[in-house]
């Protein structure tokens, strides 16, 4: 199938032949789906700390920050703007062809809503600048030309972190510049460092600098910190190969083969690299004005404090199962384990799974155990897209909490959809991650993934028809494999801009 020219390029990208080979077969026999079991809710499956008892968690993570806990906070960032903008390119698109601009705000309900309430955007004074600049009228194709384009703010071809998101009485704040402040809130350690990474596209990674040049020393005096930002890329090696329909690798005009980003699952290799106790996980785009922040600072070191609680208990047990032969193991300190891990990390057995000799408990449990941690936070379904938790059924036949996207579960089985509509929450990727063991020695986390999680979608290129892969999702099944607690989160803490006009929502304007 390949030729030596094919192996040398994929290795080259870092990648190896048995892997893609794998992505060819994955993409002839499908993935399978998720068998869930049942929807995880408040009260089974999903934890609903009282304010007291949020209270003690944050308390504990507060203590453990000024003892030296290693702090981070990870923003995936690469995401590009432009389906932001998908109704106003089409609006410039119409405009362009001939239309008229009362026609085309006429039938394009989302550019009209823009249009009419130009001035409630934060990046409103700069776009005017530019069009004045030029000495041109400010109308409806100019404002777009001047947003989307070059011409302008270029803003149809940015990534999100990088355009003007909120407005204050003294500065316009990007996403970029907020996940800096609510760093410096929650994320700063016992000698004031507050540590960041931001994964981006290569193409970009001056733009981000550059704006972090010109912030940072602004930040670092108005909270009393320093901020130490990383950056990284999507690897090559996590590119998957791409196929024709008949599953055959899809192959560019000059001959050579195609790879495509895997999607945000290849971020596991990005957070593989990182080095810190706890990990703060969060999208780009899912950022407050000040004036809304104290509740996701409040509920952020709460998560930690409910990571770092149950932590203690995990690192007893690691410690016992590591540490000792099973024939000098207390059947007392096995049953503790056994009973932690099914009630309050619900890890439950294969079914009909006893563990009735005292070797086979042992060696069960010492494998639950020797895993990373993540907390998710959980917002009620209220109509948002995302990923739901569920209880699921793993390949080793034990049911645990796992993430579910909608395209996991099965769509011809009525018993599947049946249990996917009682969903009560989404996951709106609010992630506490601790990836190391009782030691302090990180978990490599690319053997925690469940690879056969991955997803297959349909597209084209220069006109022909091809299937692609995606890795498993990040908090999906790149994740399946770590002990996972679900814990009920404000709906306020969940505000991302999917489109430009969310940006016009009460929770986006100062």
Request: overall charge negative.
């Amino acid at each position: 199938m390949f030729t030596k020219n094919d192996e040398l390029r994929i290795a080259e990208r870092g990648s190896n032949l048995a892997a893609v080979n794998q992505q060819i077969e994955y993409f002839r026999t499908g993935f399978p789906y998720l068998p869930v079991v049942a929807a995880a809710s408040a009260g089974n499956g999903i934890l609903k700390p009282g304010f007291e008892e949020m209270e003690k968690y944050i308390r504990e993570f507060e203590e453990a920050a000024e003892s030296g806990l290693s702090l981070l906070k990870f923003v995936p960032a690469s995401g590009a703007a432009s389906r932001m903008f998908k109704a106003l390119f089409s609006a410039l698109e119409s405009l362009v062809s001939g239309k008229t601009e009362e026609e085309v705000l006429a039938s394009n309900k989302e550019a009209r809503e823009f249009y009419e309430n130009i001035s409630a955007f934060a990046f409103h004074d700069e776009l005017m600048g530019s069009i004045e600049k030029q000495g041109l009228p400010v109308n409806f194709r100019n404002l777009l030309e001047f947003l989307l384009t070059p011409k302008g703010l270029g803003y149809g071809s940015l990534p999100k972190g990088l355009l003007l998101f909120h407005r204050y009485d003294d500065c316009r704040r990007t996403p970029f510049e907020e996940h800096l402040v609510e760093g410096a809130r929650y994320a700063r350690d016992n000698r004031d460092v507050v540590r960041l990474h931001f994964t981006v596209s290569p193409e970009h990674e001056s733009g981000f600098t550059g704006l972090l040049d010109r912030v940072k020393e602004r930040y670092e005096q108005f909270f009393g910190v320093q901020f130490e930002v990383g950056f990284s890329h999507q690897k090559p090696s996590t590119d998957t190969i791409a196929v024709d329909p008949g599953n055959e690798p899809f192959r560019e005009k000059d001959g050579s083969l195609l790879f495509r980003p895997g999607g945000h699952g290849a971020l596991l290799d990005n957070l593989n690299d990182l080095d810190n106790d706890l990990i703060f996980i969060k999208n780009i785009d899912n950022v407050v004005p000040d004036s809304l922040k104290e509740t996701t600072f409040r509920y952020k070191k709460g998560l930690a404090g409910i990571l770092l609680h149950y932590q203690k208990h995990i690192f007893r047990f690691q410690k016992e199962l590591n540490e000792k032969h099973h024939t000098a193991l207390d059947s007392a300190i096995l049953a503790e384990a056994a009973n932690f891990l099914e009630h309050e990390l619900f890890v439950k057995p294969a079914e009909n799974q006893y563990y009735t000799e005292k070797e086979d408990l042992y060696i069960y449990l010492k494998e639950k155990y020797n895993r990373p941690l993540r907390v998710c936070g959980m917002v009620k379904n209220e109509g948002e897209p995302g990923g739901g938790p569920f209880w699921a059924k793993n390949s080793d036949g034990t049911v645990s909490l796992q993430i579910a996207e909608s395209v996991q579960i099965d769509p011809q089985n009525p018993v599947q959809q049946k249990i996917a509509s009682t969903a009560t929450h989404f996951n709106p990727v609010d992630l506490i991650c601790g990836v190391k063991n009782y030691k302090g020695e990180k978990f490599n986390l690319l053997n925690f993934r469940d690879p056969q999680t991955g997803f297959i979608s349909l597209k084209s290129k220069d006109g022909r028809d091809l299937k692609a892969q995606e890795l498993p999702g990040l908090w999906n099944g790149a994740m399946s494999d770590w002990n996972t607690l679900f814990v009920e989160v404000p709906a306020e803490t969940f505000n991302p801009v999917k489109t430009v006009n969310d940006l016009l929502r009460p929770q986006h304007q100062q």
